[in-house]
């Protein structure tokens, strides 16, 4: 018997975020979004809103922000689930890091997204967002090593983002229900079943 | 039935029965016993009001609904929780339950942390907790007397036996009949099930280290609601795991889902909420306390409260302050302490010592649900054996679990292939944690702070503790002996752990106990084996403030039976005219 929360069960899900967002700040977001070249879904709007403040990042500035998306769709790309930008992990990365990161983590971050730049700019005269997808691969395969052009505290940065990513992913709706199996309510504890091919790793 | 608002009270001239300080573990216990035995109660709660299933604001809330996903804002944890932000359970859905530590501050020495984790709202802890509950055995009451630690206990478990059993009927524990002598079996709801990886690693451990021997966790959780839970409306446990927000399905005990209906239906309670108790009142004519001074939490006025008789539960450290608090000319340094160990032999259990490792295999194994209880192995140290290098003991608690995508930043890779492989479950991995018995020394004590004081003109406490040589060897003990354990069972990556005190300060137990402890003389204890003052007979101080030594075990279930066991005693002697 497969596990996989059905979509009907979506009945025992909680609601969306409780206030949505003004006229305003959905203009401005469809704006921004359209320069990062996104489709904006419900978790994104939902992460803008659940932040409580003004229309655009809170702590990185745009250029980072897009950085941030471009990586967080190549960490976690839209297979036959959404990816991470499209879920609009780089905007609840930005909330989390200004409202819930100490200094030195946000410096930290910001620097790693800085020398990934800075890298595609030595390598090939271009940000890395403008590289092409191969390239950037590469890129990222090197960082994920650690390995030229990159060192062991980029690696550490990579740790970082990739810990970043998955946690706005997996707790965004669509990871944590789509991809994932989510199961809110189990109604007791079964401690021993079976995998099959099917099988998914528990949302929460 | 009582309409809901009625129980609660502001000022009144009413002379009550009996008046009960705090409202968590023991506070609600105290309510439920001196009301259905017949007395006129009233208790005061320092916090605010938080209706059962209505206030639990953190519960039933998806990750995507958080404005923070569940992780606090740090400007405000940094200014306002500095102290409670240290504890595993603060998080985004339960920090509304956690003390303002900008509001209610407190001192220690330099460099002798202390990390005081409370509550403060009606409830108390008793809507965080882990809910672990274990019996004593006589291997701790008479700890104190075989290795002269500390001062005798003044009861033996044949005393206290029968009111575990009261108590575990009451609030439904679920767990294993096991026979083990060093932890007396319970009247038991049915035990929660072990992963396929604890099974396979209890029957290895049983085998090779027996007498010990891995068991279920006991927990105040309801594996199946009993007849008596049914009756305090109460539903079965659903796996959750989110105790600690609240549970609108009254699953695990807490003073709003268990203690506190009982009292009600009574009719014979009576709540005062931001009431701050100043200080007993304590009549020297009579030798008696008549009542409690309260300060109002909100509007800084002061009322009394005046009762036949008074009963501290406002937990370890929030009882002894008041009694510190309650000075006069026959008490100069605090209400009962004629002994003078008032505040002294403060403890709290030893923490953050032990190993985790992976397991290879088990690959087709999961689960369902999330178990709000883990494996546990009971003492074995200095039980048949006796160890070179310390005395007492301690318990591992810890379990299996399959990796989830939280562990997604230490994995190589990225892109579909990363994607794909944190979409099925990952290695599993086991640990073991101890928790051991912190010897009892005079020198780890509180204080009133000569001159600091909060925003309501109450002197602050000044904490001063530090681990001794036993608990040094002991928690080294712990991490080697988990570690070992591990190895043998075939785990990999072997990972100790043995924290400083500085990274994990005494105090982050939450076992704090001791203070005004119980003791058969009462020039070396401040009460006696009914948790009743030696020097004030209608004084009850119930909570681990009276403990003479911390044991091994999660102490709250012993809270709570020397609380029912102590009420019945002290309605008693109401009745016979003797207090």
Redesign the interface.
């Known amino acids: 018997m497969s596990i996989r929360v059905d979509r009907s069960d979506h009945a025992l899900q909680q609601p969306q975020a409780p206030h949505a967002p003004n006229r305003a700040r959905r203009t401005a977001l469809l704006r921004l979004g359209a320069l990062c070249g996104l489709a904006l879904g419900g978790d994104v709007l939902a992460a803008v809103a659940a932040s409580g403040k003004a229309s655009g990042p809170e702590l990185l500035r745009p250029e980072e922000l897009a950085l941030t998306g471009v990586l967080a769709q190549l960490i976690i790309p839209r297979t036959d689930t959404p990816g991470a930008q499209d879920v609009g992990a780089h905007l609840t990365i930005d909330h989390l890091l200004a409202a819930c990161a100490p200094e030195p983590e946000q410096a930290a971050f910001r620097a790693g997204l800085a020398r990934v730049d800075a890298a595609a700019q030595a390598q090939a005269g271009q940000r890395f967002g403008a590289l092409p997808a191969a390239r950037q691969v590469a890129l990222l395969h090197a960082l994920d090593l650690g390995a030229k052009p990159f060192t062991p505290a980029d690696q550490r940065f990579f740790r970082q983002l990739k810990g970043y990513v998955a946690f706005a992913y997996y707790t965004s709706e669509a990871g944590a229900t789509r991809e994932l199996a989510y199961l809110p309510v189990p109604g007791g504890f079964k401690g021993r079943i079976k995998l099959t091919p099917s099988t998914r790793t528990w949302a929460i | 039935m009582e309409p809901v608002k009625s129980f609660y009270i502001k000022s009144t001239p009413e002379r009550f029965d009996a008046i009960v300080v705090g409202s968590g573990i023991t506070g609600g216990w105290a309510a439920k016993e001196l009301t259905e035995r017949g007395l006129k109660t009233l208790m005061v709660e320092r916090g605010r009001p938080v209706e059962h299933g209505v206030d639990y604001i953190g519960e ?15 400007k405000v944890a940094e200014e306002q929780y500095p102290i409670q932000r240290q504890c595993y359970a603060f998080d985004e859905h339960t920090q509304q339950f956690w003390n303002n530590d900008r509001d209610m501050p407190y001192s220690t020495p330099d460099g002798r942390p202390f990390s005081w984790i409370r509550g403060n709202q009606l409830g108390g802890k008793s809507l965080m907790w882990a809910r672990q509950s274990y019996r004593w055995s006589d291997l701790d009451f008479e700890a104190n007397l075989k290795d002269g630690h500390g001062t005798d206990w003044p009861i033996r478990y044949a005393d206290l036996a029968p009111w575990y059993s009261h108590v575990e009927r009451h609030i439904g524990v679920s767990g294993s009949k096991e026979g083990l002598a060093v932890l007396p079996d319970g009247e038991f709801l049915p035990p ?5 990886v ?2 396979a690693m209890k029957a290895k451990f049983d085998a090779k280290y027996a007498p010990a021997r891995m068991i279920i966790g006991r927990t105040a959780n309801l594996s199946r609601a009993g007849e008596a839970q049914l009756a305090q409306g109460r539903a ?5 795991s989110e105790c600690h927000r609240g549970c609108s399905f009254g699953a695990y005990f807490s003073t709003q889902s268990s203690t506190l209906p009982a009292a009600l239906k009574t009719g014979r309670l009576r709540i005062a909420t931001h009431s701050i108790v100043h200080s007993v009142i304590y009549d020297p004519k009579t030798n008696r306390a008549t009542g409690v001074r309260v300060i109002d939490a909100e509007t800084l006025e002061t009322r009394e409260y005046h009762a036949k008789i008074v009963l501290l539960c406002a937990s370890t450290l929030g009882s002894t302050a008041v009694l510190l608090n309650s000075t006069s000319e026959a008490f100069p340094t605090g209400l009962a302490n004629s002994s003078g160990v008032l505040g002294h032999y403060l403890m709290d259990h030893l923490w953050s010592a032990g190993a985790s490792g992976r397991v290879e295999g088990f ?9 709000p209880t883990g494996a546990y192995v009971p003492r074995f140290r200095n039980v048949v054996d006796k160890h070179p290098d310390f005395v007492r003991g301690y318990a591992f608690g810890g379990g299996a679990s ?1 990796e ?3 562990s ?9 292939d ?3 492989m ?5 290695p599993w991995h086991f640990n073991l944690y101890g928790q051991g018995e912190m010897l009892p020394r005079f020198d780890n004590m509180v204080s009133l702070h000569p001159t600091k004081k909060d925003k309501w003109g109450m002197p602050q406490l000044h904490i001063d503790v530090t681990h001794g040589d036993n608990d040094r060897k002991m928690r080294e003990d712990m991490a080697d002996t988990a570690a070992n354990i591990l190895e043998y069972l075939g785990m990999k990556d072997v990972r100790k752990t043995m924290a400083t005190d500085q990274e994990y300060p005494p105090g982050l137990a939450i076992h704090e106990v001791g203070t005004a402890r119980m003791g058969r003389d009462p020039k070396t204890s401040i009460l006696n084996g009914f948790n009743q003052a030696h020097d004030v007979p209608n004084l009850f101080v119930t909570d681990g403030a009276s403990m003479a030594s911390s044991a091994w075990q999660n102490p709250s279930l012993t809270f709570m039976a020397l609380t029912a066991r102590a009420c019945a005693h002290a309605v008693d002697e109401l009745k016979a005219g003797r207090i």
């Open positions: 039933n809330r998806a990750e995507w609904t958080m404005p923070n996903r569940g992780k606090v804002d740090e929660f099930e072990f992963n396929a604890e099974q079965q446990c659903q796996a959750r690959e087709d194994d999961y689960y369902q649900g999330r178990r399959r989830g995508w939280q997604a930043a230490w994995k190589p890779g990225f892109g579909k990363f994607k794909a944190l979409r099925k479950p990952g």
